[in-house]
Nanobody, 116 residues
Framework: QVQLVESGGGLVQAGGSLRLSCTVSGSTVTINAMNWYRQVPGKSRELVAGITNGGKTNYADSVKGRFTISRDNAKNTAYLQMNSLKPEDTAVYYC??????????WGQGTQVTVSS
């Protein structure tokens, strides 16, 4: 059974940093892309950053220059380094993985709260 386990969320003051981790277990096929999404109540989930198994990255305009996504393929783990955090970054952050080019999996979400 495939599982995505996230960690690293929490409460931080504006201007601070957090690092999220997402580890995939139980996968027997290639993990193609790993992404981070976020969602606030009443709004749809939005893509924050993504990385392919070849290392190609993409970012939402709102986080460019502040967030960095990376992955360790040997550990089936993706990271999201978040710097210069703003109150508007407050959300539940979800890890998402595409495996075998067709299957989509989601983590349970981790809360990030940025106080002003």
């Amino acid at each position: 059974q495939v599982q995505l386990v996230e960690s690293g969320g929490g409460l931080v003051q504006a201007g601070g940093s957090l690092r999220l981790s997402c580890t995939v277990s139980g996968s027997t096929v290639t993990i193609n892309a790993m992404n981070w999404y976020r969602q606030v109540p009443g709004k749809s989930r939005e893509l924050v950053a993504g990385i392919t198994n070849g290392g190609k990255t993409n970012y939402a305009d709102s986080v460019k220059g502040r967030f960095t996504i990376s992955r360790d393929n040997a550990k089936n783990t993706a990271y999201l380094q978040m710097n210069s955090l703003k109150p508007e970054d407050t959300a539940v952050y979800y890890c998402h993985a595409i495996m075998g080019s067709v299957w989509n999996y989601w983590g349970q979400g981790t809360q990030v709260t940025v106080s002003s």
